[in-house]
């Protein structure tokens, strides 16, 4: 098989969820696949994470505006390399293409109503954009690949697709991510003392980031510890706004914001923390949470879409619209310690049901059952 990925920006240095998952497929299937041919098509960048192997053609293709670049340029150097299977991986493919697809439809979030408290043109543009592209595209792909039960359901209930199109395929996480003894020299560029709580969120509304606070200043109120707060990517203008909407001044002097924490990172920060907060409205499949699982870091997460089906029965769940909740099962996890070493347990063993590997090797059966379809 000639199989082209499209990868447009695993190249950038500050990358985000779809940009790792389509890396770490393409690492594994590497050192899985020496017998198909690869053509994997990126924009140029300066984290150059992936190199060429024998049957593995890294193709950088210029082009930084993404639209343009997947419609127009893309199925033209797919065309030219004699791509037979092209495997488009962020949700959206050319509307124009030639050549069978495959297409990874992480979520579709953007059939939801959009809240319309998002300032975000980038986050708002992208929403647009599937929509325009995503009806377009469905009846051209051979098959479309998602991430959790949650979702293909969602999928199929919503989209009306034949369930023989759709495919399951579940996330891993890195083996790196696990507990680790020394980790003063990395979490201290963040965080001078360890034991803080961890929270990874946005300006996108579903991250729940207003009523995480919300729940975090009920905390401080009622805890006798009081741990200080890590979030990571979050701009100050938001959590300034967040602050004085709600009266939560308490907070302030207790949240550190040091911005976008690299990958090579979050292992050292997440041993670090006392807990991890995963508080999101929804999520198509959550690759934090089971990070945070795997370094032995009890989570605190939602009882919504996918969150139950990858944290597992025995996960802390909540319900992400309710502060009170979010706090109680903090104040639980400090206050009960046989129930916080039963959590660190539960995420360890949660974690060791996910993999890189499985995922590739699912990937890889796909991408064979679609090639014979095609040659028969």
Request: hydrophobic content about 40%; proline content about 5%.
């Amino acid at each position: 098989m000639k199989i082209g990925i499209e990868a447009q920006r695993i190249f950038r240095e500050n990358k985000h969820g779809m940009d790792y998952v389509v890396l770490q497929e393409i690492l594994e299937l590497q050192k899985l696949d020496y017998k198909n041919e690869y053509f994997i098509f990126v924009a140029p960048g300066p984290d150059r994470c992936v190199e060429d192997t024998r049957n593995f053609h890294v193709i950088e293709v210029g082009g930084s505006f993404y639209p343009l670049w997947e419609q127009y340029t893309l199925p033209k150097v797919a065309s030219e390399a004699g791509v037979e299977l092209l495997h488009c991986t962020s949700n959206t493919a050319p509307i124009h293409c030639d050549m069978p697809l495959i297409l990874t439809l992480h979520d579709i979030i953007f059939l939801e109503p959009r809240d319309k408290r998002n300032r975000s043109l980038y986050q708002n543009m992208g929403w647009l954009y599937r929509r325009l592209v995503v009806p377009r595209v469905l009846k051209k792909c051979r098959r479309i690949i998602t991430v959790s039960k949650f979702e293909k359901a969602n999928i199929l209930s919503k989209l009306g697709l034949p369930e023989k199109q759709v495919a399951m395929i579940y996330n891993g996480y890195n083996k790196w991510f696990r507990p680790l003894e020394d980790t003063d020299c990395v979490y201290a560029k963040y965080m001078a003392e360890r034991g803080y709580l961890f929270f990874l969120g946005n300006t996108d509304p579903k991250k729940n980031t207003e009523r995480t606070l919300i729940a975090y200043s009920k905390y401080l109120e009622q805890s006798t510890i009081k741990r200080k707060l890590l979030m990571a990517d979050l701009d100050r203008q938001y959590l300034d706004d967040i602050i004085g909407r709600n009266h939560i001044e308490n907070i302030r002097p207790m949240i550190e914001m040091p911005g976008y924490i690299v990958n090579s990172d979050l292992p050292y920060v997440y041993n670090g923390a006392f807990a991890f907060l995963y508080t999101s409205l929804r999520e198509s499949f959550g690759i934090p949470l089971l990070e945070a699982m795997a370094c032995g870091t009890p989570v605190i997460t939602s009882n919504t879409s996918s969150m139950p089906e990858i944290g597992g029965k025995d996960a802390i769940l909540v319900n992400p619209e309710s502060a009170d909740d979010i706090c109680a099962q903090l104040l639980r996890l400090e206050n009960d310690e046989a129930f916080y070493q039963q959590q660190v347990q539960v995420g360890l063993r949660r974690a060791k049901e996910f993999s890189w590997e499985f995922t590739a090797e699912q990937l890889l059966i796909l991408y064979e059952i679609v090639y014979k379809e095609i040659k028969d």
